[in-house]
């Protein structure tokens, strides 16, 4: 299989390249510079490095790098700093996904080409009517008013439930929620439910980066998982020490 990944060279984009290589996948990984990329990866010679930032690419741009791809991985997110979180772009996840695609439409893919997003366990599956505390939703709220990264999250996984569907010829997708992200250097033991056990906000759980790369990974290598979670927006957390 060949993958893209875009925001590979983010602590869970590295994560995820590295996990797919180690599968004998090729892979495409979007970079502004490949020297953020550790040099372990960038000696890989199934790995391809498209020095680029993915909404300045024009659309036949974009079109030739998604050609050819069985999944596309968007391990996109806005960096915790004041002008990562209010500069532009304030929609990078939500644009890469219509974009992206949008590409893949322009290619005409003989069959579904999967689609992975990293998204938010603060973000809530409207497909589910998933129970959500009042506390919660007053927070979640107040979030959308003040952390555009968060809208930018929700409108992304909107647009993959609603504008791509289940049933679109071209485009099959997942939408990954970690709950409160941690680093680790070894995968571990974690769990997977389709809808939160616990609160985002106030009882939020813990996963490692390197988890929900090795989950993502395992999404698009083995069918059986992907059709268990495909449609859907799986969440995931590192299962408690025993």
């Known amino acids: 299989m060949t993958i893209l990944v875009v925001g590979a060279s983010g602590a869970t984009g590295q994560q995820l390249v590295s996990h797919l290589l180690k599968e004998g996948q090729y892979v495409k990984a979007v970079v502004r510079s490949s020297e953020k990329l550790p040099e372990s990866l960038r000696n890989q010679n199934r790995l391809s490095i498209i020095e680029a930032s993915i909404l300045e690419l024009n659309d036949a741009e974009l079109a030739g790098h998604v050609r050819g791809?069985?999944?596309?991985?968007s391990c996109l997110g806005h960096n915790l700093t004041?002008?990562?979180i209010y500069g532009k772009p304030r929609r990078l996840v939500t644009d890469a996904a219509h974009r992206l695609c949008a590409a893949i439409k322009a290619n005409k893919p003989q069959k579904p080409v999967k689609y992975v997003l990293m998204n938010s366990s603060g973000c809530s599956n409207r497909d589910l009517?998933?129970?959500i505390p009042?506390?919660?939703?007053?927070v979640i709220a107040l979030l959308r008013l003040v952390l555009p990264p968060h809208v930018?999250?929700?409108?992304?996984a909107d647009f993959l439930r609603i504008n791509i569907g289940r049933d679109n010829p071209m485009i099959a997708w997942t939408a990954v929620r970690p709950d409160g992200l941690i680093n680790e250097q070894e995968v571990s033991a974690y769990e997977v439910y389709p809808s939160p056990?616990?609160?985002?906000?106030?009882?939020?759980?813990?996963?490692?980066?390197i988890n929900v790369a090795h989950f993502m990974a395992a999404l698009i290598v083995n069918d059986g998982l992907w059709q268990k979670w495909k449609g859907k927006m799986p969440v995931i957390y590192?299962?408690?020490a025993r």
């Open 69 to 73: 791809c069985d999944a596309i991985a």
């Open 82 to 84: 004041f002008k990562g």
């Open 129 to 131: 009517n998933e129970p």
């Open 134 to 138: 009042l506390g919660q939703k007053v």
């Open 152 to 156: 930018d999250n929700e409108k992304a």
């Open 197 to 209: 056990i616990r609160s985002a906000i106030f009882d939020a759980g813990k996963v490692s980066r």
């Open 238 to 240: 590192s299962a408690p």
